[in-house]
Nanobody
């Protein structure tokens, strides 16, 4: 299982970015997937998670961020709109194939202990 994030960068407040997580070694459609972020001095937090068609978003990003998957390309996306300075962080993609007994809410809880595979992260900076 390998996850490689891309798409981070510098954007002005109010702007948009789309993060991409390229997956290999497994099929994203059969796994739970998620996006997490970690800002300097803060704990890693769940942003958006998807499992068996159910989606959970952190309250702080609801209505602004959208998680999606492309089964043909085996990728996971995070569309981020109306970005705020507080969205600045390193964003990580995560995946887990052992979904039994786990809820999509549980996947996004805390630092993501349910997830077994992680990417290396991509930096998002929101600044004018």
């Amino acid at each position: 299982v390998q996850l490689v994030e891309s798409g981070g960068g510098l954007v002005q407040p109010g702007g948009s970015l789309r993060l991409t997580c390229a997956a290999s070694g497994f099929a994203v459609e059969h796994y739970a997937v998620g996006w997490f972020r970690q800002a300097p001095g803060k704990e890693r937090e769940g942003v958006a998670c998807m499992s068996d068609g159910s989606i959970h978003y952190a309250d702080s990003v609801k209505g602004r961020f959208t998680i999606s998957i492309d089964n043909a390309k085996n990728r996971v996306y995070l569309q981020m709109n109306s970005l705020k300075p507080e969205d600045a962080a390193v964003y990580f993609c995560a995946a887990d194939g052992n979904k039994a007994g786990k809820t999509v809410w549980g996947y996004c809880l805390g630092y993501g202990s349910y997830f077994r595979s992680w990417g290396q992260g991509t930096q998002v900076t929101v600044s004018s």
